[in-house]
């Protein structure tokens, strides 16, 4: 099921991960964008990219993107293949524009327990698998470079119960506090390591608070997204975070 929140933000639970996603705009709109885009019962394909610039421009080539993706799920492609027609369709547009975009695209099947990724010039999302961190050494150029997609394969990760993936876009990164200093990915990293076994919800919101607290609820420069995902705990099981100590 999925549940939609103020048009920027959105859970859902399907396949038996758990997702919660937000999006935080530097404008009235902006040109970040996330997706969960069920595929049957046993998969889940999601996406997160962000649009050179912000404001409606950037909106309004997002949305297009979106659509694209949308229509390439449909007819049953590989990731490979979707981020190929992407590149091909909405990167030939952005082109024309002079726009790029960045996007990050996983596959979660449930089947196998079997995350696959791909990206686009997009930061590669990040692993928490009990005291362990996993970067998938995903690279590829942005969309709108080149005619199609130049990139690493397809990264596999087998997903054990309890697991936590971190998606984000560099705003989330570079929001800044009165000191100019960035939030920064080891504090990202930090907060989720210790919070491993809250729920995706309840860590989206741990995380949003913790951003708002070094910023001081300041307005940023760029639009913030942060996507989070939880393999479901079997039933039975215990969650081995640092919470869990």
Do not use: W
């Not at 049957?40 to 997002?62: F, H, N, P, S, T």
């Not at 979707?82 to 960045?102: D, M, P, V, W, Y």
Request: with cysteine.
């Amino acid at each position: 099921m999925s549940l939609d929140i103020g048009g920027k933000g959105k859970q859902i639970i399907h396949a038996g991960i758990q997702g919660a996603g937000c999006s935080i705009p530097a404008d009235v709109e902006g040109g970040d964008f996330f997706a969960f885009i069920p595929l049957g019962e046993d998969q889940l394909i999601i996406a997160i990219g962000d649009v050179m610039g912000k404001g409606m421009r950037a909106a309004g080539q997002m949305k297009e993107l979106c659509t694209i993706l949308h229509a390439c799920t449909r007819k049953e492609l590989s990731l490979l293949e979707i981020i190929n027609q992407l590149a091909e369709i909405g990167g030939k547009r952005l082109h024309r524009a002079g726009s790029f975009a960045t996007l990050c695209l996983i596959s979660y099947e449930q089947q196998h327990n079997c995350l696959t990724c791909l990206s686009a010039g997009h930061p590669s999302p990040v692993i928490f698998s009990g005291r362990n961190i996993h970067v998938p050494r995903v690279r590829g150029v942005a969309l709108g470079f080149l005619e199609e997609y130049q990139g690493t394969r397809p990264e596999q990760v087998i997903l054990s119960s309890g697991d936590v993936v971190i998606l984000y876009t560099d705003g989330l990164l570079e929001a800044r506090d009165a000191n100019g200093q960035n939030y920064g990915l080891n504090r990202l990293k930090e907060i989720v390591a210790a919070n491993t076994c809250l729920d995706a919800v309840e860590l989206q919101e741990v995380i949003l608070n913790d951003l708002f607290t070094f910023t001081g609820c300041r307005q940023q420069r760029d639009d913030v997204t942060l996507v989070i995902l939880k393999k479901d705990l079997e039933k039975g099981g215990e969650c081995h975070g640092d919470q869990g100590k």
